[in-house]
């Protein structure tokens, strides 16, 4: 039965009941739990966020707070993959990613692969990551394009508690390496989501919304921002289709193609910086793969190549808005 | 307590040590020919190590190693001769062609892979160690590292982690002296590196490297302390290798004579060979027969990897994903 919770209780959720169905599912971290070794309560936080709040007491000795140390416990998470466990590390914000890259990059991606097939790392890597909560720029930035880039990761930017939990679970139990992005602006959202448990498959976009004007692609909390911009546009006449591509890796291109065949006119919407991003890489997509449907140039709204800023006064510049969107969709839809 | 090691134990370890050191003997001398792709380090002069170290593990221990890892794959199981037609690129290889020296890796047998990342197995190990406490399993794992990675941060995050939650893991740092071209003595800030084990609270121990019981001992007493929930422990095993950082290093930085008079007066086959004849317990005969069936195994691993397929275009994108 489904009933309205939040982005955040989705994700708790599905790491409690997946816990409950397989003891080899353990949730590791910064404060996961909260409190180890402490005098006072031994689950005080529950995740930085409360994401993972009462999972501890539910799931004894599997909910394991850990040194910062994110190159020691990201590599342990890894290394208890390949012996069979389905550990889910935590990172709390991906941008502490820079300190543990080798172990995600180097060795958890590869593996299969050197190892001519004869691994399987079935790791989770939770982080949360984008801008809006005025953390600046060690702790706003997007970076799902950098795991995307590297083959043999799975990446994961749910935009809404419904997939949140379907993609969550379907992590867990998939048999490679899968970076799990979670929008910290989005963890308040509120969402239908059904109390059983289900999937929501890897590479499978959504269309959000149907049209027959400009494609919007719009990745993680951008899809909000899209769906206003797409109830403005209505109004004066520009029907938009939005795609959310849930997962960047692997990349549902047939959804897109197929929809930029159809409308004739791409806007992509991505928070991160703009070079080499997911915007430019559907982008390329696009102008490689469905050049003959175009009727205008494709339009790229992202976020800036610097540095997420600290003052909101400079914040709110920094990331995407729906008056930027409206803009590159009616300037697309305008083009001779 | 350590286990006895009994006629067979000792025979063993000596086929063991004497094919690593045949192995890449055989690949230096094939290496010059220029026919084997890509680069090589070699593990000659460290066969009591892996040896001394593995022969106190079963197949459900699990051990990572490095760069330089062909010597803990033998002593840890791994077939030689898929070994071979790896590092030959071949389609028979253990890892299908795919890893090649530096990444040769068999988790059936508990060989979590040599690695191209210095200091990338200590993290990894906490990994397999943590499994097996969380299963109430009894088994151990092992981290062989160098001077080199001795140094990073990775190894000092995984010795604080494994301390931090009890870990079954042994820190086995190999110390040969060189860090590439850069000697330990210069990078390394401490006199041994065992010295650092005290402060992530575990006993550090040195032991000789060329001396094949001693390491046999100082390891299996760390993996005894670990099997019974002991903790996790650093031992390090001073020792040197006989060729370069890899095949093709002229080792300048070396100084003259240094590695000659290692073999000739500290060799870990040869302290081994005098001292198991000595007392008795194996005849030369045995030795040199063992040598012979080593040198036919090595000998057809060679002529198989010559001939085997290498792979083919419908190999490039396979075994990327178990699903995408």
């Known amino acids: ?336 | 307590m350590t286990k006895q090691l009994t006629r067979d134990d000792l025979l063993k370890a000596y086929r063991t040590m004497r094919t690593i050191r045949e192995f890449e003997e055989r690949l230096h001398t094939d290496f010059a020919t220029g026919e084997i792709p890509g680069f090589v380090h070699l593990y000659a002069g460290e066969e009591a190590s892996a040896t001394g170290v593995c022969m106190n593990l079963g197949p459900e221990d699990h051990i990572a190693s490095t760069h330089r890892g062909h010597g803990h794959c033998i002593a840890k199981g791994v077939d030689p001769v898929g070994m071979m037609a790896e590092i030959w690129g071949r389609k028979t290889g253990t890892c299908k062609g795919k890893g090649g020296s530096m990444h040769i890796a068999d988790l059936s047998v508990g060989m979590l892979g040599a690695n191209g990342i210095v200091g990338g197995g200590g993290p990894l190990v906490c990994g397999t160690a943590l499994a097996a406490k969380l299963r109430g399993q009894p088994y151990v794992s092992v981290c062989f590292f160098g001077d080199g990675a001795s140094n990073q941060g990775t190894i000092f995050e995984a010795m604080n982690l494994a301390s931090v939650w009890n870990l079954p893991v042994i820190f086995l740092a190999e110390n040969n002296g060189y860090a590439e071209a850069t000697s330990s003595n210069f990078s390394v800030a401490c006199d041994n590196i065992a010295d650092r084990a005290s402060a992530f609270g575990m006993p550090g121990i040195t032991v000789d490297g060329f001396d094949f019981f001693a390491v046999y001992e100082a390891a299996g007493a760390a993996i005894e302390r670990a099997r019974q929930g002991g903790g996790p422990s650093l031992v390090e095993v001073k020792l040197s290798r006989y060729y370069g950082h890899f095949e093709g290093d002229q080792q300048t930085y070396r100084a003259p004579g240094e590695v000659q008079n290692i073999r000739d007066t500290k060799d870990c086959l040869l302290q081994f060979a005098r001292r198991v004849t000595t007392s008795g317990q194996i005849t030369q005969a045995e030795l040199a027969a063992i040598d012979a069936e080593v040198k036919a195994l090595i000998d057809g691993s060679v002529v198989k990897a010559k001939s085997d397929p290498k792979p083919t275009e419908a190999d490039l994108l396979t075994d990327v994903y178990v699903s995408y």
């Open chain 1, 1 to 336: 039965m489904a009933r309205k919770i939040t982005y955040q209780q989705a994700i708790n959720e599905a790491l409690d009941q997946e816990m409950g169905r397989d003891q080899n599912v353990i949730v590791m971290g910064e404060d996961v739990a909260g409190g180890a070794g402490s005098p006072g309560e031994q689950d005080a936080w529950g995740g930085v966020l409360g994401v993972t709040r009462g999972l501890y007491h539910k799931h004894p000795g599997r909910v394991i707070d850990t040194p910062i140390s994110e190159s020691g416990y990201v590599g342990a998470a890894i290394g208890a993959a390949c012996v069979g466990m389905r550990p889910v590390a935590e990172l709390m914000f991906v941008d502490f990613l820079g300190v543990c890259f080798d172990q995600i990059f180097n060795q958890a991606a590869k593996f299969r692969y050197m190892f001519g097939g004869k691994a399987e790392t079935p790791v989770v890597i939770r982080a949360m990551y984008g801008a809006g909560f005025r953390a600046a720029a060690q702790h706003s930035q997007c970076l799902y394009n950098l795991f995307t880039h590297i083959p043999g990761l799975k990446v994961v930017v749910p935009s809404n508690p419904y997939d949140a939990k379907g993609l969550l679970i379907q992590s867990i139990r998939d048999n490679d390496p899968v970076i799990f992005l979670e929008h910290k602006a989005l963890y308040t959202m509120e969402g239908e989501v059904p109390e059983e448990i289900y999937t929501v498959p890897f590479g499978e976009a959504a269309v959000v919304r149907e049209g027959h004007d400009v494609t919007i692609v719009a990745i993680g909390r951008m899809v909000q921002k899209a769906q206003e911009a797409a109830a403005d546009l209505q109004k004066q006449g520009i029907h938009c289709e939005i795609i959310d591509p849930r997962t960047t890796s692997p990349l549902d291109t047939d959804t897109i193609l197929e929809s930029v065949e159809k409308t004739g006119r791409l806007v992509v919407v991505d928070e991160s910086h703009p070079r080499c991003s997911m915007a430019s890489d559907i982008a390329g997509l696009v102008a490689e793969n469905a050049f003959g449907s175009l009727k205008a140039p494709i339009r790229q709204v992202t976020g800036y190549h610097a540095p997420v800023p600290f003052s909101d006064a400079l914040e709110e510049l920094y990331i995407p808005s729906a008056a930027k969107i409206i803009a590159a969709a009616k300037s697309v839809k305008e083009y001779k």
